[in-house]
């Protein structure tokens, strides 16, 4: 998995190195083997890539925390010709948008939500008076880290991602990545993020957007958009939430997703920060 900056520890210091500053020769000659997990309380040691597109990766056999977003399932040893490889599951922002709209198609045609979905729908066609054009930042954010064997030989693939309605969660979910599928509740907008309520079928699920949330480069476009959601709740009856995350049980008894990125999750289908722009779009119109 690509990582856009790491943090250096030093006997004097601890600081940030983003991506942009660091070469190869800067790498060899002062940082190998000194660079870490940007991640508070992840201690998982980092290597650089040079290439087309430099980036930060994990070490070789090196472990994020569990709720690091960074963290991956291992899947051991296996041995390509002579080389013993390490198999990682990366789970690609492509793979994710592909099981998140495959999720919210089932929900589309289930018997159950379909007339509120179709309503809902036809709702959207009617405030929407102008074609929003594709934001470049949201591109990038689609760009897929596909499978391949590294040069420290790290060969990663895909994973299949289990949906889960929130009423289906149970205790062996816990610590894994799963799509959660349900309706939006409630929502507390907070400093540039927020908490939402979801569920189905009488239960819920806290659906939490963590501090490296708001300080990841990647979800610059998505931070202080949460206020769309809120918005688009006003209008209808029935809001659906599509999310990717880690689920985590708390001491009260409680399940949570840890949502990472903005793109992680969809709201009636809809990117967040498309949804703000076509509010706003409507609100001027």
């Known amino acids: 998995m690509r990582i ?3 943090k250096l520890i030093t006997e004097d210091d ?15 000659a002062a940082f190998k083997g000194k660079l870490f997990c940007p991640t508070e309380h992840c201690s998982a040691k980092l290597s650089y890539s040079s290439g087309k597109k430099g980036h930060y990766k994990t070490w070789r ?24 490889i390490k198999l990682e599951v990366n789970i690609s ?4 948008q592909s099981a998140l709209m495959r999720a919210y198609k089932s929900m589309m045609i289930d018997e159950i939500n379909g ?4 309503r809902n729908s036809e709702e959207i066609k009617n405030n929407s008076h102008r074609k929003v054009k594709t934001n470049a930042s949201e591109t990038a954010q689609m760009t897929l880290f596909g499978g391949a064997i590294d040069e420290d030989f790290t060969k990663t693939k895909g994973k299949k991602l289990l949906s889960r309605f929130v009423h289906e969660i149970s205790p062996s979910d816990i610590g894994k990545n799963r ?3 349900g309706f939006i509740k409630d929502i507390e907008l907070l400093e540039s993020t927020a908490e939402l309520i979801v569920g189905y079928q009488n239960e819920e699920i806290a659906i939490v957007f963590m501090e490296h949330f708001k300080t990841d480069p990647l979800n610059k476009s998505y931070v202080n958009k949460f206020w769309a959601i809120k918005e688009w709740m006003s209008h209808l009856k ?3 939430f599509i999310g990717v995350g880690e689920v985590q049980f708390t001491k009260d008894g409680k399940y949570e997703l840890y949502v990472s990125m903005g793109t992680d999750f969809k709201v009636d289908g809809e990117d967040m920060y498309n949804l703000a722009r076509k509010l706003k779009a409507v609100a001027l119109s």
């Not at 925390?65 to 040893?77: A, F, K, Q, V």
């Not at 922002?93 to 994710?96: C, I, M, N, P, Y």
């Open 14 to 28: 601890i600081k940030l190195i983003p991506i942009g500053q660091m070469t190869k020769k800067k790498y060899i």
């Open 4 to 6: 856009s900056k790491a």
């Open 61 to 84: 056999y090196s472990n994020h925390s569990p709720t690091c977003p960074y963290n991956l399932e291992r899947d051991g040893i296996q041995q390509i010709g002579s080389k013993d």
């Open 93 to 96: 922002k492509r793979h994710k």
């Open 115 to 118: 007339p509120i979905l179709e």
């Open 238 to 240: 029935a809001v659906t």
């Open 179 to 181: 799509i959660i599928k």
